[in-house]
């Protein structure tokens, strides 16, 4: 099974999930109030060691490199911007853009400032024209930059606000990690359409301002979750799958690329979303192994967003085993070769994770094709960095 010559090989990371010492963001207070949660702290210190985790890929055969900028670095007070914090990100790009590594840069993945949050956050009044604001200050540093996502996981992030509210009331005993199953968050809430809408609008304006600036390909990243309807529920899957997804690609209709980013497969029932059933073959995070989630979460978005070109921007495995990684990986690529084969126009695959890294309140999970020793932050690539960049400079299976 061949890809394109021009095919975008590559993996991705998050700014506070490998950072660290992200002080001045609202997931740093969280970490801080709400029980239940691990605390990021140092993360990976890929603040500082960005360099080595670029040349690794590099090394390895990879040719894209999917970072953050982060807002509350950025724009610490606000309306004022950190010229120290923009000319580091704009390091970061010329670093990757020195190995050969294409930057695909994503300007919120879940983050933002404390004062944004505290003032209301998404729902604020304010909120379009303050995130505005911040993208217009960033595409000053984005020269060269040819992929730009907006916002990571609109529906994701619906879902965290959410959890995150009803921690810090009081309303939940123990907030748990939303990237993990478990007996007590079985299946998530579903994100509301409020704050969904919202988002689209947020999108949107960042778009523009984008468009207008640099003229970068733009587009946001949506949780794909590959839901099946059990037999004759097909009418609540569509339910169910408009507020967890279609909200969200919807309004990708028009953007120059959709972000895919698939891990796993749910039935839904009558009911709704049928939880994972407890299974050794569950992955750390407590997903089904489903390799075959990222071509179905490729063929609906295809036809959801009615044609928009699709990069996937995420899709892996929480695995202690590499070898389990490298088979899920390779059977994903096949189902995605395979509807490449049938017409869908698919430009790239970036692997989550980069690095082993802060799972959102756990640190168990581990994702990364890259190893870190978290007490001298060395770094140990996997045998799967080696067998994709493989892949990446052979254009196939």
């Known amino acids: 099974m061949t890809f394109p010559a021009t095919f975008l090989w590559g993996a991705a990371t998050a700014p506070h999930q490998v950072e660290g010492n992200n002080l001045n963001s609202d997931w740093w207070l969280s ?16 603040y500082h060691r960005y360099p080595e985790d670029m040349r690794l890929l590099a090394e ?27 000319a580091h990100y704009r390091r970061m790009i010329d670093t990757a853009l020195a190995l050969e590594l294409k930057p695909v840069v994503t300007l919120h993945h879940f983050t933002g400032p404390r004062w944004f949050a505290e003032r209301g956050g998404w729902m604020a009044d304010d909120a379009i024209d303050r995130f505005a604001g ?61 704050i969904g809408r919202r988002l689209a609008e947020a999108h949107h304006a960042a778009r523009e301002i984008v468009k207008k600036h640099i003229g970068a390909a733009v587009g946001w990243t949506v949780a794909n979750q590959a839901l099946t309807p059990t037999p004759g529920n097909e009418a609540k899957l569509r339910e169910v799958r408009y507020l967890r997804e279609d909200l969200y690609l919807e309004a990708a209709r028009g953007d ?27 992955t750390q995070t407590g997903f089904a192994y489903r390799p075959d989630a990222l071509g179905i979460a490729v063929r609906h978005t295809w036809e959801a967003t009615g044609g928009v070109p699709i ?36 430009r790239g695959y970036l692997h989550w994770s980069a690095l ?8 168990e999970p581990t ?31």
């Open 31 to 46: 970490e801080q109030l709400v029980p239940g949660l691990e605390r990021s702290g140092d993360a990976v210190d890929g």
């Open 60 to 86: 390895a055969g990879l040719n894209t490199y999917r970072f953050g900028v982060e807002w509350a670095r950025v724009e610490p007070d606000p309306g004022h911007f950190s010229r120290a914090s923009l």
């Open 134 to 194: 911040y993208v217009r200050e960033v595409t000053g540093i984005l020269d060269g930059v040819e992929w730009v996502c907006t916002i990571n996981e609109p529906n994701m992030l619906a879902v965290m606000v959410a959890m995150s509210r009803a921690a810090q009331a009081g309303d939940v005993e123990k907030w748990t990690t939303p990237t993990i199953e478990g007996e007590t968050r079985p299946v998530l809430p579903e994100p509301g359409l409020e």
């Open 256 to 282: 120059d690329f959709i972000g895919v980013q698939s891990y796993t497969s749910q039935p839904v029932d009558e009911n709704g979303v049928v939880p994972h059933p407890p299974s050794p073959d569950n």
């Open 311 to 346: 990069l996937v921007t995420e899709n892996g495995i929480a695995t202690a085993d590499d070898s389990r990684r490298i088979a899920y990986t390779s059977e994903a690529l096949r189902g995605l070769s395979q509807a490449m084969d049938d017409g869908i126009d698919v």
């Open 356 to 363: 082993d890294n802060f799972e959102w309140g756990s640190w």
């Open 367 to 397: 994702f990364g094709l890259i190893a870190v020793d978290r007490e001298t932050f060395e770094r140990h690539p996997k045998p799967s960095l080696s067998w994709l960049g493989h892949v990446a400079r052979h254009g196939r299976l």
